[in-house]
């Protein structure tokens, strides 16, 4: 058999997985779009930025903020982890920081409506402490929750990939820094920062790509409006049986997910060049 065609045959089980199970869905859904009763057309886009642009819009600022602060503390925790001092306090730390990565979406969100509810766990601890009162306790199951869950889920996961980064790191520059008197703040802003920006904008885009797929954690948490994309997707079908309105929500949910796969893509295109 002929090398070339042995290849083939070695690809073919990989692409036609992709193709069916990610190509024809996808074509399916963008057609379904833009799919009327009299025909084709922009009705569908038109119905959804009429009912749903407040959820567009907090969507995006929702996933946003998460994907900043998971940037902050996935880049903390790295840090500490590769500049820490107290190697007890550092082992404890590689060993809690990873266990958020496999619990699952839906116990998150499960675990954090008890958790942060008006009358949940965390309310009680600051009521049985004297911090507060209970007339004081709030609830905290709105989009600060949803911020919370997707915090406490994604920032492992960033923070091992920023981690084994500044790990590889050449330990020369950072004893040299240190010889000439940095503190380790400056150290980590100024040298392993820059050095492991890529991987850190590899690590934020994949996690706001996850962020934006996720239902279980909005249906869970905020029960209210305005909601993410994927529980009004979830709505129109499940309510409505409207497939249209629905896909259309889902091409503008991949829209915001593709500006910003294009500029990491971007980004690295410049850093190559």
């Given amino acids: 058999m002929p090398p070339r065609l042995l290849g083939l045959l070695l690809v073919l089980p990989a692409l036609a997985v992709i193709v069916l199970l990610f190509v024809v869905p996808l074509a399916a859904s963008v057609i379904g779009a833009f799919e009327l ?53 550092v082992a404890i730390l590689r060993w809690l920081y990873r266990w958020p990565m496999f619990i699952p979406f839906v116990v998150v969100g499960q675990v954090l409506r008890t958790f942060l509810a008006k009358n949940g766990l965390m309310n009680n601890v600051l009521i049985g402490v004297g911090i507060i009162t209970p007339l004081q306790a709030v609830s905290l199951l709105d989009w600060r929750g949803i911020v919370i869950a997707f915090v406490w889920k994604q920032t492992p996961f960033v923070t091992l990939l920023v981690a084994g980064a500044m790990a590889s790191v050449d330990r020369g520059t950072i004893e040299a820094a ?77 829209f915001v997910t593709a500006c910003v796969a294009w500029f990491y893509l971007r980004q690295s295109m410049r850093e190559r060049s």
């Avoid at 503390?73 to 982890?81: E, H, M, R």
């Avoid at 690590?203 to 209210?224: D, E, H, K, R, Y």
């Fill in 37 to 89: 009763e009299a025909g084709y057309g922009l009705g569908n886009f038109t119905k959804a930025f009429e009912l749903y642009t407040s959820d567009v819009v907090f969507t995006v600022l929702i996933v946003s903020l998460s994907t900043v602060l998971i940037g902050l503390f996935s880049v903390a925790i790295g840090g500490y982890l590769t500049l820490g001092e107290n190697p007890r306090a």
């Fill in 178 to 254: 240190r010889n000439l008197g940095a503190s380790r703040l400056r150290i980590l802003i100024e040298i392993l920062v820059p050095q492991v920006a890529t991987t850190v904008m590899v690590g934020l885009v994949l996690s706001f790509v996850t962020m934006m797929s996720v239902l279980s954690v909005p249906l869970m948490i905020n029960a209210q409006s305005p909601t993410m994309i994927t529980a009004d997707i979830a709505f129109r079908i499940n309510a409505y049986g409207d497939y249209g309105v629905a896909n259309a929500l889902g091409l503008i949910s991949l």
